[in-house]
Each structure stands twice: as C-alpha cells, then as structure tokens.
C-alpha cells in the first residue's frame, strides 16, 4: 500500500530553485538569480529530494549535474512552474492583460538598434506597462517562451513549434558591407550569388543572422573561420578589413565614426531581408492582447522597413544551391 504524500509539502518556491540549479549547474550562481543564500538553497533542494525520495543531482566541488531521476522528474518541474505562471496571467488577463509587468526577450542583432526608438513609443500608447527586457539568442528565445519564463519575443521569423503564435511586425533588408578596399565594394549592382566566397565573416552559433547569411550567401565555411561574437564586433572587424558579412538595415544607424572604412552595398535581390515577428505562447490568455500589441507595433516600424499587413503570409528565403567550383573561384577574384 502506498503512503500518501501531501501537497502542502510541495513548495513551488523549492521548485523554482531546482530549475535554476538545473540551468546554471551551480548551486552559488541558482542561489544568487533567485535572492537566496547557497546554504538556503541548497537546503531547501535537499528536503525537496527527500520529499520526493529521490536523489536530482550528483553534487561534487566542481560538478553539478542531473542524476537519472533528475532528468525525469526536471521536465516535470518546468512544466509545473509553467503552470503557475499562466494561472498568474490569466487572472492578470482579468484586470487589464497589458497594464502589469510584461517580460519581453529579443535578438542581439535587433534590440540596441530597434528598442531605443520604439521604448518612447510604446510608453505613450500603454503608460501602465512594465517592461522586463532581456537580450537572447533565437534557441534561448524560444526555450524562454515555452518554460514561461518570457511572456513575448521579438526575433527573426523561423519556422516554429505548435506551441508558439507569430504575429510578422515588419520586414528589414540586408545590405552588403564591404571594407572600402574589396573588390565588390564598388559594384553598381550586386547580386547574392556574388557574395559566395570565403572571407564572408560570420556571427557564433546560435545567432540566427548566422544562418540567414549562410543561407543567402549559399557558401561553405573553413574550419578556421574567424567568428564575431555580437554584431558590433562584425561590425569592426569589417573595418578591419578581415572580410565582408550581410548586416541587417537599422544596424546601419549611426555609423559616421566608419564610413570611410566601410562600404554598405544594397542587393538586388528582395529576399535579401527578413522579417521581425511578435512571438508568444499559444496557450497564454493574452493572446488577442498581444495581437492588438502587434497592430500598435506595425504602425510605428522604423524608417527603411517595410510594415507587414495582419494575416499577410511570410515568405521566407529559400535556402540558394552552393556555386560550382569554378564559379567560385571566378567570383574569389572579382574586380570592380
């Protein structure tokens, strides 16, 4: 016969801490994201193992990581503190969806470019919200969403799961950006198939500005490539003269300091952009809240974008065939 285990010795809070140990693998650092002490923290897993009569993680002075159990019982916790979070939104959906706090993640390679004119904007139109920013990339984005630690995205369109809605804001072109010197940097019209070479510098993985440029540019990558860790390093590292990327329109602001090192290039192609959604969970009651959001947003994109209608369908870039050999090496010594 098996004994009866209460719920009141179930605490949400003791779930919430095991989740940031899971994350971070470090009791100190769990410790310090959820306010506590490490010997409180640590204290209150233990007696959450023991309530639960298994043990979730090996414990060791360099290593923390997820026993057999752990990896069984962490989905469930996740989708427990998921739970409690959409109780808090629906009831919150009853007293005004977009008058409290709303936590809002976006790209690296759209928000100090996107945000700083949009943030006045919105504050006029909903003066009681509260905004929670975070910047990451598209993987932690959704990961984000889907735990209910994030309430909305803004990021590139991609093909999502079930879970997700996406509400397209506005599309955003390209442009080439050469150092001054390189043979393409003078092309009256250029075109993608041009720009499959090897010194087409690219961002780290996880980056979706990485793949579109892959994607678009159609070129392989040597295993010695030299990566930019955010856009603004790409950025000088063109400058530099270390090669050429694909940078998206609003990055372009403001860069007066560079112009006579750089050379910004349009594409003649127009799926040579990509488009910026409203992104959040299917499940949450503030769906035609945030829908009224993405109308608001739609009204105010920045000046070189082009404002999506609601419900208009998305084409995204398919993915260009790689040149052949010879082409390549035709177009590695291009001239102007």
């Known amino acids: 016969m098996s004994s009866y285990v209460p719920l009141s010795g179930l605490s949400l809070r003791d779930i919430e801490y095991v989740v940031a140990v899971d994350d971070l693998r470090n009791f100190s650092r769990a410790a310090e994201r959820c306010g506590v ?3 409180g923290l640590s204290e209150q897993v233990r007696k959450l193992e023991q309530l639960l009569g298994v043990s979730l993680f090996e414990r060791s002075r360099r290593h923390v990581a997820l026993t057999a159990d752990g990896e069984k019982l962490l989905g469930l916790c996740r989708e427990v503190l ?6 808090l939104e629906v009831a919150r959906a009853h007293t005004g969806p977009l008058d409290g706090l709303l936590r809002i993640g976006v790209i690296p390679t759209l928000g100090p470019y996107y945000l700083p004119e949009l943030l006045p904007q919105l504050r006029k139109v909903y003066p009681h919200l509260g905004l929670r920013l975070s910047e990451m990339t598209t993987p932690v984005l959704c990961k984000s969403l889907r735990e209910g630690t994030l309430d909305l995205a803004l990021m ?3 093909p999502l799961p079930d879970t997700l809605v996406e509400e397209p804001i506005f599309e955003e072109p390209f442009l080439a950006v050469f150092p001054s010197t390189h043979p393409l940097a003078r092309r009256t019209r250029l075109r993608l198939n041009e720009l499959a070479r090897e010194d087409l510098l690219l961002l780290e ?8 440029a892959l994607s678009l540019c159609a070129t392989q990558r040597s295993h010695d490539e030299r990566l930019a860790t955010s856009l603004e390093m790409l950025w000088h590292m063109i400058a530099a003269e270390e090669g050429f990327s694909l940078v998206p329109q609003l990055a372009l602001r403001n860069r007066t300091e560079l112009e006579t090192l750089v050379h910004v290039q349009p594409l003649v192609e127009k799926e ?22 993405a109308a608001f947003l739609r009204t105010v994109v920045p000046e070189g974008c ?3 209608k609601a419900g208009e369908k998305i084409v995204r870039p398919r993915k260009r065939p790689a040149p052949s050999a010879a082409k390549t090496a035709l177009t590695q010594t291009a001239s102007p």
């Not at 998921?82 to 109780?87: D, H, K």
């Open 82 to 87: 998921a739970s409690a979070r959409n109780l």
């Open 306 to 308: 082009r404002a999506l």
């Open 37 to 39: 002490s490490q010997a």
């Open 272 to 293: 040579a952009r990509r488009v910026i959604s409203l992104v959040w969970r299917q499940c949450d009651p503030r769906g035609a809240a945030f829908r009224e959001l």
């Open 156 to 158: 590139a369109s991609l």
């Open 205 to 212: 993985d996880g980056h979706c500005l990485r793949d579109q």
